[in-house]
């Protein structure tokens, strides 16, 4: 009796532990934009098994596979904007924010997330938040608690004391200072290793001042060549990615020269620092799209006027210089600084960076493609191909041909599941 009872809870345990069937998802529609190729390919069949593409011809498909039918879609790969602020709300700007608790600006970010992934961004790197809430946004959406695009944290962003990413708002009887600041290559290491520790997959630096900062100026630089690359050398050690939020010109040229990866905002990029940039094959991640909130709505969000001015003042030569940089052939990334400007409005990119020099493709592509190549998870995410996450979004009509249709996406797929559907 012992052994019949015995062999019973093995069975019962066994039956528990078996590993579930294999689902297949067999995704149809008129056509698909090969971002790789760079072509439209005519009637595909995508074929999906756990979440990740097994073909787009059809191949493995089973009888029994559940089906997606987008009949009358363009299908492409979900979308990924490489700087994004999921904690940040442009609704409460300079020292409106002050009204709320600490973790309201974590709280509020659910809603952003689940805006971005709405709007077709099935990934988004999140480059600076606090209280690491964009780890735990990473951690709430991986275990099933919350709804979002895919996340690469950078955790706190590291800066020099008294600039950019440090806290320049309050009076000194505050003691306000940024998690993450650092002077000196040795203390900016140890900044490295602690964001790292607590969850961050890419580092963020600050390297020149900012538009939305208190007593900077975008074109100021203020890390030493010396702290840039103490920076990069540790982030790549650990097998990290660095971002490096960089108006000036010096900063720039800086940042590249020290080895950092993708160069954010390149507002205020010299004839220098474009060729810089290709010679050495930096990413140019430039938001050319969120000062028309900016202007628009800053005055009455709280926005001071010495940071409206600051905006205004590189939001023409930031997009002169994108269009400079694409004719250079520079390497260009999809980016638009998400909080900012509401999170859900993020495609409106598109229209500007076609309306600057890229082609529709190309503009694609930075959002893609290459996204994934600058991200270094080409095996995940980026294309539909056989092996990367099924994360696919779906328009009416030809994006090719319009490129504000992917301001209106009307499905959204997530490793084959549909989280977004439009009647």
């Known amino acids: 009796m012992k052994t019949k009872l015995l062999l019973g809870a093995a069975m019962?345990?066994?039956?528990?532990?078996?590993?579930?069937?294999a689902e297949t998802v067999v995704i149809t529609a008129d056509r698909m934009i090969d971002v790789l190729a760079g072509r439209v390919v005519n009637d595909p069949v995508v074929v999906v098994t756990d979440g990740r593409i097994v073909s787009v011809n059809g191949a493995g498909a089973t009888a029994d596979a559940r089906r997606i039918d987008l009949r009358g879609k363009t299908i492409l790969p979900g979308l990924i904007d490489m700087h994004v602020h999921l904690d940040s709300n442009p609704v409460y700007g300079g020292y409106t924010n002050l009204q709320f608790t600490d973790q309201f600006?974590?709280?509020q970010g659910v809603a952003n997330a689940r805006a971005m992934l709405d709007a077709g961004f099935t990934t988004v790197r999140n480059v600076g938040s606090e209280h690491y809430s964009d780890v735990a946004y990473k951690q709430a959406i991986d275990e099933g608690l919350m709804i979002g695009p895919r996340i690469v944290p950078a955790a706190h962003a590291l800066g020099a004391t008294g600039g950019h990413c440090d806290s320049t708002y309050l009076p000194p009887s505050f003691n306000a200072k940024?998690?993450?600041?650092?002077?000196g290559p040795q203390e900016l290491r140890v900044r490295v290793r602690e964001q790292r520790k607590y969850g961050a997959e890419v580092i963020k630096v600050c390297a020149t001042g900012g538009?939305?900062?208190?007593?900077t100026e975008p074109g100021q630089q203020q890390l030493s060549e010396e702290e840039l690359r103490a920076i990069a050398d540790e982030a790549h050690q650990w097998g990290l990615k660095v971002a490096a939020h960089a108006?000036?010109?010096?900063?720039?040229?800086?940042?590249i020269r020290a080895g950092i990866d993708t160069i954010e905002h390149a507002s205020l990029i010299d004839d220098e620092g474009i060729r810089l940039a290709k010679e050495r094959g930096a990413w140019l991640s430039m938001d050319i799209f969120n000062t028309e909130y900016t202007q628009a709505e800053g005055a009455r969000n709280g926005v001071?006027?010495?940071?409206?001015?600051k905006d205004?003042?590189?939001?023409?030569?930031?997009?002169?210089n994108f269009r400079k940089a694409v004719q250079a052939g520079v390497k260009m990334l999809f980016a638009t600084d998400a909080g900012v400007m509401p999170?859900?409005?993020a495609a409106g990119q598109f229209r500007v960076m076609t309306e600057y020099g890229m082609t529709p493709m190309a503009a694609i592509q930075s959002a893609t493609r290459s996204a994934a190549e600058a991200l270094g998870r080409e095996k995940d995410v980026g294309a539909i191909a056989p092996g990367r996450f099924a994360d696919i979004v779906a328009v009416d009509g030809d994006p090719l041909t319009n490129i504000r249709l992917l301001e209106k996406i009307s499905v959204v797929i997530k490793g084959g599941e549909v989280v977004k559907a439009v009647d």
């Not at 019962?12 to 069937?21: C, R, V, Y």
């Not at 108006?247 to 940042?255: C, E, N, S, V, Y």
């Open 247 to 255: 108006h000036g010109a010096a900063g720039i040229k800086a940042a």
């Open 178 to 183: 940024g998690v993450a600041v650092g002077d």
């Open 343 to 345: 999170h859900g409005t």
């Open 211 to 215: 538009v939305f900062s208190r007593n």
């Open 12 to 21: 019962l345990l066994g039956a528990f532990a078996a590993p579930a069937q």
């Open 312 to 320: 205004r003042e590189v939001a023409q030569i930031q997009r002169d």
């Open 304 to 309: 001071m006027e010495d940071n409206l001015r």
């Open 105 to 107: 600006w974590t709280v």
